[in-house]
């Protein structure tokens, strides 16, 4: 019996023996499985933490150049606006410099810049300015430059700007021969004193000189005459009243025409032909334009340097391009000189300009609103 016991109990130890051995072997496993999964997660955790760092430097370093990438292109933007903003400016103050037509303004407003203070004189002109507004429906002025070439710079940038067409005795002569039939058919040689304002000119190459001015008048006359669209046609004058060198060799020659209408009519009185028109008696009876050549020696050849055209050759001026000059005088306000046509006998289809004048001697372009 004790024996049986005895085999019973060790056999049980070794049970117990074997199932405590099967235990630590079982917990051995699952701590090694454990440590397994630390070490596994350990190393997915560095590995995730270097590919970060990684990653970061990179995104750090694509950031900072995104940063001064767009910094740079800020720094540019900003630099090319002030360099526009800059060239813009030099360019408006640089059209605004050669226009010698500017661009329209209120006339009350002009008249308050103008005529500040309460001087008899200023309220005189407010006045004048207050009756065009309210009675001849004139609401805005273009100045025009203030130099010797004033009143022919308003009248001919109205005739363009409006579209009116040769005069009718232009259309059947070629005026690029005027120059050469001068001399040559009426044998003036003294036309070679002939000086071109401001730049004085005299010799034998003048006749060069004048047919590059008629050219200049035939060839941009035509042109703007022949355009129907009034904003084009606008441009177009704009474009040509900046031109200094071109609008010179305009004036010159209206100038020259002028001269040879006056040859002209001095032939015709001296050879007792056909009837003149009474300005032109009325022109050549001034000591100082008996004759042609005192007439360009005295009045045309100062025109554009120190002196405008007077009253008499606006006359002429309207007679000769057949429109019909209206002027208003504001310094002859409330008197019968206030409003004046030059000239004053004038043919029913011929075109109507206006220029309104502070002194008579320097002209602008009044713009009528209904």
Same mark, same amino acid.
């Given at each position: ?18 199932? +405590? ?15 397994? !999964? ?115 710079? !308003? ?25 050469? #039939?001068? =001399? ?10 002939? /000086? ?5 000119? !005299? ?32 441009? &177009? ?8 060198? #071109? ?5 010159? !020659?209206? #100038?020259?025409? &002028?001269?040879? +209408? ?16 009474? =300005? ?13 050549? /005192?007439? &360009? &020696? ?31 005088? =504001? ?40």
């Amino acid at each position: 019996m004790q024996r049986r016991h005895d085999r019973k109990a060790s056999k049980n130890r070794d049970q117990f023996t074997e199932q +405590e051995k099967q235990s630590r072997i079982s917990h051995s496993k699952r701590s090694v499985g454990k440590h397994e !999964a630390q070490s596994w997660t350990t190393a997915t955790k560095q590995s995730l933490c270097l590919v970060w760092q990684k990653v970061k430097v990179q995104l750090t370093l694509s950031m900072s150049f995104l940063a001064a990438i767009l910094w740079y292109c800020r720094r540019l933007y900003s630099f090319l606006a002030q360099l526009l903003k800059r060239w813009s400016n030099y360019l408006q103050r640089k059209l605004i410099r050669n226009l010698s037509v500017l661009t329209e303004v209120d006339l009350l407003g002009y008249s308050a810049r103008e005529w500040k203070g309460e001087t008899k004189q200023a309220k005189h002109m407010r006045e004048a300015y207050e009756e065009l507004f309210w009675s001849h429906h004139i609401k805005y002025v273009r100045q025009v430059r203030r130099d010797n070439y004033c009143v022919l710079r !308003a009248v001919l940038f109205q005739i363009f700007s409006q579209g009116i067409p040769f005069p009718s005795w232009m259309k059947e002569r070629d005026i690029l021969k005027l120059p050469e #039939k001068l =001399l040559y058919s009426q044998g003036c040689n003294w036309i070679q004193q002939y /000086s071109f304002g401001p730049e004085r000119y !005299a010799g034998p190459n003048v006749f060069g000189k004048l047919r590059k001015c008629m050219e200049t008048l035939k060839t941009n006359w035509a042109e703007i005459s022949a355009t129907k669209d009034h904003e084009e046609r606008g441009n &177009m004058c704009n474009t040509l009243f900046s031109d200094e060198s #071109k609008e010179h060799k305009l004036y010159e !020659a209206i #100038k020259f025409i &002028m001269l040879y +209408e006056v040859v002209e009519a001095y032939e015709q009185i001296k050879n007792r032909e056909e009837p003149i028109h009474n =300005l032109f008696s009325l022109l050549l009876a001034r000591d100082s334009s008996s004759d042609p050549l /005192s007439f &360009m &020696m005295n009045h045309l050849n100062s025109i554009g340097d120190s002196i405008c055209l007077d009253q008499v050759e606006l006359f002429l001026l309207g007679y000769l391009l057949e429109v019909k000059i209206r002027v208003y005088r =504001l310094h002859r306000f409330n008197t019968e000189e206030f409003q004046v046509s030059y000239p004053d006998e004038y043919r029913r289809e011929w075109n109507e300009i206006s220029l309104l004048t502070e002194d008579d001697r320097y002209y602008h372009i009044p713009l009528f609103r209904t």
